[in-house]
């Protein structure tokens, strides 16, 4: 209930307009950028046409950086010559200007799926939020990528899994270093194939966890919804508790990215993308279907002025960004949700005493840091366990 969640409004006190030099796309399913149909799209977002000549940064700590998620992640680029470069967080205190290389040499950020909450609350204590911004929205336009939390994390904010106990560190690291093969393992949505069965098993009893909004890095104003046509772990359709979040949430407009489609940004400009083979919420005639009976799409969703009203409407193939999105005078954040993804899936990885412990100034709602930090080398720096 609306009424047992506390929410801040954050205001702008000067809005700005959305960016008109952004590159960058967004995908429902944390492994979708790396099907053969939709890589290519990333590699021409950045402007060249020798693969061999592009620099992908993947940053996977929103999966904790586990190899096999990588893999699954990054596989065509590597075989198709692309450099991928892993920048590994969650378990180490890269130096500051080791971070910093990495930024600048990417062409492209691709962001994992996983828990996005945790990824936010890691960057910002790293300051790698800082370099991202600088990287993205800075004379070089840095493509950004991902899919599920990877989508999630470039927007003002989006519906998220991150209360679900199975996307937890310590659950996932668990798992992995047994090599049990655990539930959570096995029901970790960003590594179905899309053509996975929708629904749980009539067996299967709904787990105790819900959806949360959790800030993104604010780059592009926005509530993202990945997995927008799925039904996960605690047996609730997002679609459907989007259309109430969004209610709590009145000033923002939806980005609703089914599993299998992904909302490309490039300038000025927007097209919505997906492989042919897969299935989502898109019947023939534009309208909904739940059972996954149609094509991939993105739907977007906005309060009317009724304030109890949700427009859902299908986003068209392309487009002009401005057609679609606004910028909001003021957000609604979940203090209390963020307060409690916090403390159910704590980072307690390793600090160095240089990272600069503020948030980076978000465009669309966030705190304004007062200072960059200082690059500083390597071994210059003390590590707190």
């Not at 962001?111 to 911004?133: E, Q």
């Amino acid at each position: 209930m609306v009424a047992s969640i506390n929410l801040l409004k954050k205001k702008n006190k000067s809005p700005k307009q959305p960016p008109n030099n952004l590159r960058g796309i967004f995908a429902g399913c944390g492994t979708l950028l790396n099907h053969p149909a939709m890589a290519p799209h990333v590699l021409r977002l950045t402007g060249k046409s020798d693969p061999r000549e592009v620099t992908l940064v993947y940053l996977g700590t929103a999966s904790y950086d586990l190899p096999e998620k990588r893999t699954k992640q990054t596989s065509w680029y590597s075989d198709n010559g692309v450099k991928v470069i892993s920048l590994d967080v969650v378990s180490h205190a890269p130096s500051t200007s080791h971070m910093r290389s990495c930024m600048d040499e990417a062409d492209v950020i691709l962001v994992s799926g996983g828990n996005t909450s945790f990824a936010m609350r890691r960057w910002k204590r790293l300051g790698l939020d800082v370099m991202m911004r600088e990287a993205c929205l800075g004379e070089r336009r840095v493509v950004m990528a991902g899919g599920s939390a990877g989508a999630i994390c470039w927007w003002s904010g989006g519906h998220s899994d991150s209360m679900d106990p199975d996307s937890f560190k310590e659950a996932k690291l668990s798992s992995n270093h047994n090599g049990t093969g655990s539930s959570s393992e096995q029901q970790d949505i960003d590594d179905e194939d899309g053509k996975t069965e929708d629904n749980p098993d009539e067996d299967d009893v709904p787990k105790d966890w819900d959806y949360i909004r959790v800030d993104g890095l604010g780059f592009i104003p926005g509530l993202c919804c990945p997995h927008h046509d799925r039904v996960q772990s605690n047996g609730v359709l997002r679609a459907h508790d989007f259309d109430e979040m969004i209610l709590r949430h009145p000033t923002e407009v939806g980005i609703c990215i089914d599993h299998n489609a992904a909302f490309m940004i490039n300038n000025t400009d927007y097209s919505v993308l997906y492989p042919n083979d897969l299935e989502g919420s898109v019947l023939p005639n534009g309208t909904f279907s739940d059972e996954r009976l149609g094509k991939p799409g993105v739907w977007i969703k906005e309060v009317l002025a009724d304030e109890t009203t949700v427009s859902k409407r299908l986003c068209p193939p392309h487009g002009k960004l401005g057609e679609l999105l606004k910028v909001p005078e003021e957000i609604t954040q979940s203090i209390r949700h963020m307060k409690l993804a916090a403390s159910e899936n704590p980072d307690d990885g390793p600090l160095r005493m240089s990272y600069p412990g503020f948030m980076a100034k978000s465009y669309y709602g966030g705190n304004v840091s007062k200072k960059f930090f200082d690059t500083t080398e390597e071994g210059d720096e003390d590590v707190e366990d």
